[in-house]
């Protein structure tokens, strides 16, 4: 009755967040039955790697390509299942150290990739490694090389969120689903996060980024901002790509680069929007949230179209500019003065 009343009353995107749904359960069987019959005969098909069952290549079905990016958070960019499933460790045999989501809100091959890259045993459990011992000078952590001083910095961070683990050894380790922990997984409660209201606000601002006077590497650009999928410092040390001691703002300010930041606050880059409000002629105070302050940005003239298009487009010019000064500055070690960013905006936007 729920999946006929999706087909009657919803329109496109209600549709393909129920399908989502629908794949999301079983990714969600896949997870707590790894002895069930539908897993052996995928790993038989497909194959298994790590603990984790493969992709099957260019061979496989379509519905088995969207299962495996579901699990794998890739969702048009977006977690929905990893950020709704958490593992509860007891006694820690059957949850991967690395690839499953035990301690914190992401695994720790996503926190700590460069450590992950580097392990010997990337299916170890939880268990054996807590048996190896996980503290300073304990036999779990082993490396197919010596590692340098920043990889040593993230190994002791690692260590400082196992610090507190304890595990119990009477006691199963479980998968639980955070929308609903008693009641376990259901296709309509994973519908109903998908179609919320903050989630359709959220779409609805993505919506309006696109502008017929922009070029679409603009557009393309802006509608990453707003999902914080921008290769910024603080998203690249979260994944382990960099240490976090090079996440630093390249304006030297001692903040770190998150898109927050780099867009809002930075007293370098963030300066242009007061100067822009200047040049065209209006006051007002900046929001902090990103995806505010573009609305506030566009709809500051009250509604009119004209009016609004315009301040649209000097919106998406702004954030192209500031994020070619940066890559500037990162991979060219060269800089263009506040007014000069200015005169960008300006002449672009002729």
């Known amino acids: 009755m729920f999946e006929e009343g999706v087909w009657r009353f919803g329109g496109v995107r209600k549709l393909r967040e129920f399908n989502t749904a629908l794949l999301e359960k079983w990714c969600w069987r896949l997870l707590i039955d790894r002895e069930g019959l539908w897993r052996r005969v995928l790993v038989a098909r497909y194959g298994a790697e790590d603990g984790r069952l493969e992709d099957g290549g260019r061979s496989c079905s379509t519905w088995w390509r969207e299962i495996v ?33 035990w301690c914190g809100d992401a695994p720790f091959c996503v926190r700590f990739r460069r450590l992950y890259d580097l392990a010997e045993n990337k299916a170890i459990t939880v268990r054996n490694m807590f048996s190896l011992g996980w503290e300073d000078g304990g036999e779990a952590w082993q490396w197919r090389r010596r590692l340098w001083a920043w990889e040593e910095e993230l190994v002791g961070e690692c260590r400082e969120l196992l610090s507190n683990v304890t595990l119990q050894d009477n006691t199963t380790d479980a998968w639980h689903w955070l929308l609903d922990q008693t009641g376990g997984y259901s296709v309509r409660a994973v519908y109903d996060m998908l179609t919320s209201q903050d989630n359709t606000h959220l779409l609805q601002n993505l919506d309006l980024i696109w502008h017929k006077k922009v070029p679409l590497k603009v557009s393309i650009l802006a509608w990453r901002l707003l999902r914080d999928r921008l290769p910024t410092k603080s998203n690249l040390a979260n994944r382990g790509i960099i240490s976090t001691e090079a996440r630093l703002c390249v304006a030297g300010c001692g903040h ?72 500037c500055r990162l991979f060219k070690n060269k800089e263009c003065t506040i007014i000069q960013l200015l005169d960008k905006v300006k002449s672009q936007s002729l």
């Open 69 to 101: 990016r579901i699990q794998d958070g890739v969702r048009g960019g977006e977690r929905w299942f990893s950020d709704c499933v958490r593992r509860r460790v007891g006694d820690g045999t059957k949850t991967l150290f690395w690839r499953d989501c």
């Open 256 to 327: 770190a680069e998150d898109s927050t930041h780099l867009f809002l606050a930075c007293p370098t880059f963030g300066a242009i929007w007061p100067m822009v409000r200047v040049w065209i002629g209006f006051d007002g105070v900046d929001s902090q949230v990103l995806s505010d302050h573009f609305l506030q940005f566009i709809n500051h003239t009250g509604g009119l179209k004209a009016r609004c298009s315009f301040l649209h487009m000097i919106w998406l010019l702004c954030v192209w500019i500031i994020w070619n000064e940066r890559n």
